[in-house]
């Protein structure tokens, strides 16, 4: 595909089901698919649909799921509802509670958003896109045989099992303010998969994994790589961190196909949040991926504050299709009361979170990690 100046352009794709935006988890839950219509609307008044393929894709199929996960616990998935009364055995076996509850339409939604994910595999593998979105998927904490921190299926799991039927060697990169702990465990012990994590750690913080020191077993060794951070990281450090962390990487490892999670939960003002990043910061860490023009599947993931969640999504897909975006919010958005008074793309969002990442302390996880770089033997 060649634009007018001769030169082959990016194929961007957005696969995006909107029934996925439907579902509740409850009312005092923190996770509102919600926040996916707001960032459709917004994706569509900036008539950023114009500069991509958009899909509708289908559910993934049970077949589909058990790629990866067990069958007791997707036939579990499938059959429970909230009008059931299930055995406390039962709850606890698969880990059922305020994190994850039983609500209905549950098995549904996990196969809508990780049917979005594998359609956007299926594209990146035949070659028709070399950057497909999926804003529901990033579900990165699903396990094999349980639900886990919201995530009830593992899409992007299922999406590196089936980009590695084609791709030698995958790289996983994660800045949801969490860790990525179910994709890390899925791929733990295998040299084709690098997963990286970026995530605020303490020992106790959810999910409680991502010390500096997990890095992979047997063949994985080394192919496993965690920074952990304190709260309140700001844009130029997270910036300057990721990018001298992801150039080595990417250069050692020479992925030949990258999925980026983009949690918006490591924005500044996100509900569950505790680090201070700018929309304009944490899009930069999409940018700089994207630079090295290898092909991506970009994904969602957590974000608690729907307005910010929307904008980052919007202003993502924007930095991908290469679109400069006016900051004003276009006004005949349906949703546009969501985004006052500023109604801008663009609201300071750091400055409430003091940084407890001293400059020494950043430093020593750099080096850290450049040391486990040295080892890799690609
Ligand atoms: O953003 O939860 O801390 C990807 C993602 O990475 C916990 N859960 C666990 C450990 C003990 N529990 C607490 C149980 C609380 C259950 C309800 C909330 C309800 C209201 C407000 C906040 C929470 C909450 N839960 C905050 N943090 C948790 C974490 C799970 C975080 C998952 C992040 C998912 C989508
Ligand atoms: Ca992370
Ligand atoms: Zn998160």
Redesign the pocket.
């Known amino acids: 595909d060649k634009s007018s100046n001769g030169k082959s352009r990016t194929n961007v794709s957005y696969h995006y089901n909107p029934e996925a935006s439907r579902y509740h988890y409850g009312t005092?839950?923190?996770?509102k698919p919600f926040r996916l219509m707001l960032t459709d609307h917004l994706v569509i008044s900036y008539k950023l649909y114009e500069k991509m393929d958009l899909y509708t894709p289908r559910r993934a199929t049970k077949e589909e799921l058990l790629e990866f996960h067990a069958e007791d616990y997707v036939n579990f998935l499938q059959t429970a509802s909230p009008h059931t009364k299930l055995s406390d055995q039962v709850l606890a076996q698969f880990n059922i509670?305020?994190?994850c509850p039983i609500f209905d339409g549950m098995y549904d939604y996990s196969t809508i958003y990780a049917g979005a994910s594998l359609d956007a595999t299926r594209k990146l593998i035949s070659g028709m896109s070399d950057i497909a979105i999926n804003w529901s998927g990033?579900?990165?904490?699903a396990k094999k045989y349980e639900p886990?921190?919201?995530?009830y299926v593992n899409d992007i799991v299922l999406s590196i099992i089936n980009l590695l039927r084609v791709h030698p060697r995958v790289m996983y990169i994660d800045i949801?303010?969490?860790?990525?702990d179910g994709v890390q465990e899925a791929f733990y012990t295998t040299d084709r998969v690098m997963t990286v994590s970026f995530h605020k750690y303490n020992g106790e913080?959810?999910?409680?994994t991502g010390s500096v020191d997990e890095v992979g077993l047997g063949k994985g060794k080394n192919y496993a790589i965690n920074v952990p951070l304190r709260d309140g990281i700001d844009d130029e450090s997270y910036t300057r961190l990721f990018k001298s962390i992801m150039e080595p990487l990417i250069t050692k490892f020479q992925p030949t196909c990258i999925v980026q999670q983009c949690?918006a939960?490591s924005l500044g003002y996100d509900?569950?949040g505790c680090f201070n990043l700018n929309i304009r910061a944490h899009g930069d860490c999409v940018n700089f991926i994207k630079s090295f023009g290898i092909p991506m599947l970009v994904v969602?993931?957590?974000?608690?504050t729907p307005r910010n969640v929307s904008r980052l999504w919007c202003y993502e897909t924007s930095v991908l299709n290469d679109v400069n975006l006016d900051p004003k919010i276009p006004n005949y958005l349906a949703t546009y009361d969501w985004f006052g008074p500023d109604y801008s793309l663009h609201p300071q969002l750091d400055g409430r979170i003091d940084n407890k990442n001293s400059k020494k302390y950043l430093e020593s996880v750099k080096q850290e990690i450049l040391e486990q770089i040295r080892y890799l033997n690609h």
Do not use: E, I, N, V
């Open positions: 005092l839950h923190p996770m509670g305020d994190d990033g579900l990165h904490h886990s921190g919201f995530c949801d303010l969490h860790h990525g913080f959810f999910p409680g949690g939960d509900r569950l969602g993931g957590g974000g608690y």
